[in-house]
């Protein structure tokens, strides 16, 4: 298949959504600190937003005639990220989440959106290309709210 390179970045996409939503989750729930309740919001909003980029991935895979991974077991061993790793303090819970973000953004950057335009797919290169436009205006802000402090 002409596209397998394509379909395994965007199942390699797929698996690291995954583990951000659930990262997110654990967030959500576990967040500590002066500022719980604006983080406890933000973490509901952002693991909102991914489970809906979840499935425009998964979509995404189907119409270009992948297969998209769909167990725990095939997400953990595709991803790039790490499972949640930090305590939960929200300083670090914030540089997690740029760390993430931002390995997210080189991927798709370096990968992804070069893969879809030597096959000129451009549905697939305006999808990437707008989830790195989400995440970059993420990372903007929680670099914004450290500085913050």
């Not at 725990?72 to 973000?101: G, P, V």
């Given at each position: 298949?002409?596209?397998q390179k394509l379909v395994n970045f965007l199942n390699q996409l797929l698996s690291n959504?995954?583990?951000?939503?659930?990262?997110?989750?654990?967030?959500?729930?576990?967040?500590?600190?002066?500022?719980?309740?604006?983080?406890?919001?933000?973490?509901?909003e952002l693991y909102t937003r991914f489970a809906a980029d979840i499935d425009e991935i998964?979509?995404?895979?189907?119409?270009?005639?992948?297969?998209?991974?769909?167990?725990?077991?095939?997400?953990?061993?595709?991803?790039?990220?790490?499972?949640?790793?930090?305590?939960?303090?929200?300083?670090?819970?914030?540089?997690?989440?740029?760390?993430?973000?931002?390995?997210?953004?080189?991927?798709?950057?370096?990968?992804?959106?070069?893969?879809?335009?030597?096959?000129?797919?451009?549905p697939t290169s305006d999808l990437l290309i707008t989830l790195q436009g989400q995440l970059?205006?993420?990372?903007?802000?929680?670099?914004?709210?450290?500085?913050?402090?």
């Amino acid at each position: 298949m002409e596209n397998q390179k394509l379909v395994n970045f965007l199942n390699q996409l797929l698996s690291n959504y995954f583990i951000m939503y659930v990262k997110l989750h654990r967030y959500h729930w576990f967040v500590q600190g002066r500022h719980f309740f604006q983080l406890h919001e933000k973490m509901e909003e952002l693991y909102t937003r991914f489970a809906a980029d979840i499935d425009e991935i998964a979509e995404r895979v189907l119409m270009i005639d992948g297969k998209p991974l769909a167990t725990m077991s095939k997400y953990l061993k595709e991803a790039t990220l790490d499972e949640a790793n930090a305590d939960d303090k929200e300083e670090e819970i914030i540089q997690q989440l740029i760390h993430d973000f931002a390995q997210i953004i080189s991927e798709m950057k370096q990968t992804g959106i070069p893969l879809a335009g030597e096959l000129n797919d451009e549905p697939t290169s305006d999808l990437l290309i707008t989830l790195q436009g989400q995440l970059e205006k993420d990372v903007w802000m929680l670099k914004a709210y450290i500085a913050y402090e």
